[in-house]
């Protein structure tokens, strides 16, 4: 075993040094406490090694460990099995009640959705093909109710269209198509505010304002319900499809967009019910610089997050990864309570960001950078969220989410050079090497690649 005390003694002189730099620059150090939380683990880790209590955990995607190094446990996605769902082109996809999402497609000059789901023997399986339309749409955008899943699309003549299939565990049936719009939107963004009923936003080009309705779908046809015109200051480019929305309850919904590219997205929250729709608080969030890779999702009934993805050109390029998390109240409107950023500089070619929960306690941000699908858990613990390491999953040629169907399972959809893919991907403990004092759990006892099996006395 390393010897306890040499590691010790090199990380008291770091923090001496650390303190020493802080104290020159005029800033309070607080390196002897971070030592004194570091201390107290690793005599915890001692007891363990005395006592022979060790574990065996896998090392994190994002890298190696070497026998005496302190690492951190944390939480990724590790991939379970995936399977060939159709030939085509993915263009959206949401949550169903259940183990189940909807995936839309275009195949040919065609619009389909189907469902992916988890059977009970934890196994993909996949359910029938449905024809919406026989028109390749410009923009699509699907929204996921407990029973049945709305498809809100462009057609090549500029008008807007909803369509309602409904399911019987994953087996799709198309109820119907109607109109939703002819003055010829540029961008569709909507969200489930509760079963059969959605928030729907567009954009038009050469405007500055947004149309927000709820949209009401019946057995046989839908209602146009309420709507609330939005003056916005944004670019009327092909960078106003970076849009998103979330219902945060019923009566509560929070709206992103992008501004242009030097500042930050734009954020509304709206007052929503069946008879208007208000905006009662605007600004903009604290992410810069932002791409169109905006996600809005509910974290609770009270606070909502927003990832994006800001890419920065300069040597080396890199794309920053952020996530924001907001309290909103109706009657304080949005408070910020959180931000992180993560950055990278193995790629610049970004998809859409989605933002998702896992469970409670954990925020899944997903995202295609350079061809490869990537993801990562945010640990929400009060107002101090914890990010874990990103890792990729595979090749995505085009359209690929992820969405969380339970705290453990998440089951997703790629787009790969030969086809479309249900993924099934499931959240692990893993450790990885760390430095910081006071974010040691564990001494590894020996060298293990990323993936690999490795022993490890825990500070628990």
């Given amino acids: 075993m390393p010897d306890i005390a040499s590691l010790l003694d090199a990380l008291r002189a770091q923090g001496n040094a650390l303190g020493e730099n802080l104290t020159a620059k005029g800033v309070p150090a607080a390196g002897n406490e971070g030592f004194a939380i570091l201390a107290e683990k690793v005599k915890r880790i001692n007891q363990s090694i005395a006592n022979g209590e060790k574990e065996t955990v896998r090392v994190s995607a994002a890298g190696s460990v070497k026998s005496g190094d302190f690492v951190s446990f944390v939480d990724e996605l590790s991939p379970v099995a995936e399977l060939p769902a159709e030939a085509g082109n993915a263009v959206g996809s949401a949550f169903l009640g259940g183990r189940r999402i909807a995936v839309a497609f275009v195949r040919g000059e065609s619009l389909y959705l189907k469902a992916i789901g988890q059977d009970e023997d934890g196994s993909l399986v996949l359910g029938n093909s449905v024809l919406l339309t026989a028109v390749s749409p410009e923009i699509t955008e699907v929204v996921g109710f407990q029973d049945a899943a709305a498809v809100f699309y462009i057609d090549t003549d500029g008008a807007g269209h909803a369509a309602l299939m409904t399911f019987d565990g994953l087996t799709g049936t198309l109820q119907y ?97 069946s008879n208007a729709i208000r905006p009662i608080d605007m600004g903009t969030f604290i992410t810069e610089g932002s791409m169109p890779c905006v996600s809005c999702a509910a974290l609770a009934a009270d606070c909502g997050g927003v990832a994006s993805a800001v890419t920065r050109l300069g040597t080396p390029n890199e794309t920053v990864l952020t996530f924001e998390g907001w309290y909103t109240a109706a009657e304080f409107g949005m408070q910020p309570l959180f931000w992180g950023a993560e950055d990278r500089s193995e790629g610049t070619n970004i998809s859409r960001v989605y933002a998702d929960m896992c469970g409670e306690d954990y925020a899944l941000l997903s995202c295609v950078l350079d061809g490869t699908l990537h993801a990562t858990l945010v640990g929400l613990n009060g107002n101090r969220p914890e990010g874990c390491p990103t890792v990729p999953l595979g090749e995505a040629d085009g359209y690929a989410r992820l969405h969380a169907i339970n705290g453990t399972y998440v089951l997703g959809v790629a787009e790969r050079t030969n086809g479309i893919y249900g993924l099934l991907l499931k ?33 628990d």
């Fill in 177 to 273: 198509t109607d109109v939703v719009d002819v003055d010829g939107p540029i961008s569709l963004s909507a969200c489930a505010v509760e079963n059969r009923k959605a928030l729907l936003c567009r954009a038009y080009s050469g405007s500055q304002d947004a149309a927000v309705r709820m949209v009401s779908f019946g057995e046989s046809s839908l209602a146009l319900g309420a709507e609330c015109v939005i003056g916005l200051d944004f670019e009327p480019d092909g960078y106003t499809q970076g849009w998103s929305m979330a219902a945060l309850s019923p009566s509560l919904a929070v709206m992103g967009c992008f501004k242009s590219h030097e500042e930050p997205l734009q954020r509304v929250l709206l007052s929503i019910n």
């Fill in 427 to 459: 959240r692990i403990r893993t450790v990885v090497r760390t430095e910081a004092g006071d974010g040691v759990d564990a001494l590894a006892s020996g060298d293990a690649k990323a993936g690999e099996a490795v022993t490890v006395y825990s500070a």
